[in-house]
Each structure stands twice: as structure tokens, then as C-alpha cells.
């Protein structure tokens, strides 16, 4: 009878824990998934924004050139991001 009361709880508390550790992983699981597509996203905009500017024409001393190299700033930030992530 002592061994029942002990048991139970205990089998309980596994089946509780066990929820929990899936329910968990489950959504961990997901976010990584999430989170490996938007840097293949990422890696996809950067690529594209390399090909616009191949000639470099967006590089200039007006406005846009100075907003471009603004983007491309942020782009290479993002990229050494992507590479950070890819290599670890």
C-alpha cells in the first residue's frame, strides 16, 4: 500500500515532465525551422541585391547612391549574419 502511494505521484510527475520536454521540443523544433528559412530568405536578398548593382551604377555622390550604399551597408550586415550562422 506505502509503495502504491509512493508510485503514483511519481508516475505522475514522469508523464507531466514527459508532456512538458515534447510539448517543448516540439515548439523549439519549430522555430528553428523558422528560423533556417528566413536566412535561406536572407541569403536570397542579398544575392539578388549583388546582382542589381554588378555594374555598379547605383554607386554615385547623389541621393540614391548614398541611400544604395546605405542598403548595401545593411546587406553586408545581414550577410555576415547568414555566414555566422552557416559556419557555427
Known sequence: MIDLVIMLPLVFATLVSLFIVVNL??????????????????DDVINKMKEIDTLGAFESDDE??????MLQDEINRLDNLVEEKNNA
Open 25 to 42: 521540443y516540439r515548439k523549439v523544433d519549430f522555430l528553428e525551422q523558422t528560423l533556417d528559412s528566413n536566412y535561406a530568405i536572407l
Open 64 to 69: 540614391v547612391g548614398s541611400t544604395f550604399k
